[in-house]
């Protein structure tokens, strides 16, 4: 298989705005630019996945089940822009979390690199031309853990964010 660059997308502050543990469809907002974004990436050849931590879910606010349920109707609006995201990605775990089958300290919980490790030995991925665009120091700590570039993102447009990174 021919291998190619990934870019790595935290969700919550990056593709929808973090209004705090958002899980339902009517209470997403999107990022400017945010399809067009992933609509350029996936014309440059790129896999486009999505990594992202799901607290949420230990704390009790919402089941398992909406985070894929959310994870389908964002697959679903991207793909009416013309945008595809590859794979999601997510970690349920946390260490103080209030329910017991989610305590616990995850190697996929960023700032640990599991879920960009994982993503990275399930496709033929170039990892040295890949990158993470992420909101929160723990999202570049992630990546750089992982070996790949990281950028933080601190709202605004995404597409052109993405733009200047991609003419460097």
């Not at 009790?60 to 991207?78: F, N």
Request: glycine letters at 8%; proline letters at 6%; a positive charge.
């Amino acid at each position: 298989m021919n291998r190619r660059p990934a870019v790595f997308l935290d969700r919550d502050g990056v593709l929808i705005e973090d209004t705090g543990y958002p899980h339902r469809p009517a209470e997403v907002r999107w990022m400017p630019g945010a399809a067009e974004a992933v609509r350029r990436l996936n014309e440059a050849g790129r896999y486009v996945f999505v990594v992202t931590n799901q607290a949420g879910v230990a704390r009790g606010l919402y089941a398992e089940a909406q985070v894929h349920v959310l994870h389908g109707w964002m697959a679903g609006r991207l793909a009416e822009a013309g945008a595809r995201i590859d794979a999601f990605a997510y970690c349920p775990h946390h260490p103080e979390a209030v329910l017991p089958a989610y305590r616990r300290d995850c190697r996929r919980r960023k700032p640990r690199p599991g879920m960009i490790e994982d993503l990275l030995a399930a496709r033929p991925v170039e990892a040295a031309r890949s990158f993470l665009i992420g909101d929160r120091e723990t999202d570049i700590a992630a990546a750089a853990a992982a070996g790949i570039a990281g950028y933080l993102f601190q709202g605004g447009d995404l597409a052109v964010f993405l733009d200047r990174l991609l003419a460097r």
